[in-house]
């Protein structure tokens, strides 16, 4: 076996959700639905937005994104999850688990600041719609995406770095269906202490700010909307609100769920069935959630539709 660098592993076997071989077929069918509804319904929001000028607002042009880095790490993630329930060995190589790595955190990441870029959209809004267009100009709106991949990417290299970092001497089972933080740490020979503490800093700092700023936003949003005399006008407002917030709560639930608990406290079983929600389970709801729920998009699909049949 050729020797890598900081590790004697050339390659890792993923050995997925299950070993139970009459699971495996039926796993699989399953999690392929799953990523072509993935697949189908985020490309038909970006196309969507991109085809209709009414939808070239702030508010589209985050969702815009969000489609984007949804549809991306679940493209990292789940065609490589597929692979473990149709083949013996789902092997990866030690490179090809640290892109995937890395990747998925700058998407994960990046996610997780667009979200709090949208919550910020909406304050401005409901809150100071005189002022909105001016505040949420394209330039700024522009800024605020940078600064998400800019922290996708900063974050992204900080864990690669750290498990890098590490050496792997024998074992190269990853008792999970990708390359993820915590169960390559318990395959190191070193001690992951100092790892581990890397990774609840940055994790604390990526789901900290976006969330105390979305907390701050929709605590500002509610105080606005309850001074609202017409039921038409709070009902609009919780409307345009109630997507993001559904949202929100099921990616920074499950994602704090797995990486703010103690190893010790989460066995990697439980950990791994958990990162399903927003690795696989998120990036298909998103577009379901915005779509149905949303007016603007229902009459931009419309729209869509009425000139494909038309032409």
Same mark, same amino acid.
């Given at each position: 076996m050729v020797i890598t660098k900081n590790s004697s592993v050339?390659? *890792? /076997?993923?050995? =997925?959700?299950?070993?139970?071989?009459?699971?495996?077929?039926?796993?699989?069918? &399953?999690?392929? =639905?799953?990523?072509?509804?993935?697949?189908?319904?985020?490309? =038909?929001?970006?196309?969507?937005? =991109? &085809?209709?000028?009414h939808l070239h607002t702030p508010m589209y042009f985050f969702l815009f994104n969000l489609s984007i880095v949804d549809l991306s790490y679940s493209t990292? /993630?789940?065609?490589?999850? &597929?692979?473990?329930?149709?083949?013996?060995k789902n092997?990866?190589?030690?490179?090809?688990?640290?892109?995937?790595?890395?990747? *998925?955190?700058?998407?994960?990441?990046?996610e997780s600041f667009v979200l709090s870029a949208m919550a910020y959209d909406r304050y401005v809004a409901i809150c100071n719609p005189l002022v909105y267009t001016v505040t949420m100009s394209p330039h700024v709106c522009l800024l605020l995406l940078l600064g998400a991949y800019g922290m996708g990417f900063a974050g992204a290299i900080v864990h690669i770095g750290s498990i890098m970092s590490l050496t792997f001497c024998s074992d190269n089972?990853?008792?999970? *269906?990708?390359?993820d933080i915590f169960p390559l740490l318990e395959l190191s020979c070193n001690s992951t202490s100092a790892n581990e503490l890397v990774v609840f800093i940055v994790v604390a700092i990526v789901i900290g700010i976006p969330i105390v700023t979305i907390f701050i936003s929709y605590v500002l949003i509610l105080c606005s909307i309850l001074r609202i005399s017409s039921t038409e006008g709070r009902s609009?407002?919780?409307?345009?609100?109630?997507?993001?917030m559904i949202v929100i709560f099921l990616f920074f639930g499950s994602g704090a769920f797995v990486y703010l608990t103690p190893p010790s406290l989460l066995p990697l079983g439980q950990g791994k069935v958990s990162s399903l929600f927003y690795t696989i389970v998120v990036p298909m709801l998103n577009p379901l959630i915005y779509s149905l729920r949303n007016k603007d998009v229902k009459i931009a699909l419309k729209k869509t539709f009425n000139r494909k049949i038309f032409s």
């Open positions: 050339t390659e *890792f /076997i993923l050995a =997925g959700l299950t070993d139970k071989p009459e699971l495996r077929i039926p796993l699989f069918f &399953l999690f392929l =639905g799953f990523y072509v509804v993935t697949v189908l319904g985020n490309l =038909g929001l970006i196309f969507l937005i =991109g &085809l209709n000028p990292t /993630i789940t065609p490589k999850m &597929l692979m473990s329930f149709i083949t013996k092997m990866i190589m030690h490179a090809g688990c640290m892109t995937q790595l890395f990747f *998925f955190c700058f998407f994960v990441i990046s089972l990853i008792n999970h *269906f990708m390359c609009k407002a919780f409307s345009t609100c109630s997507s993001h």
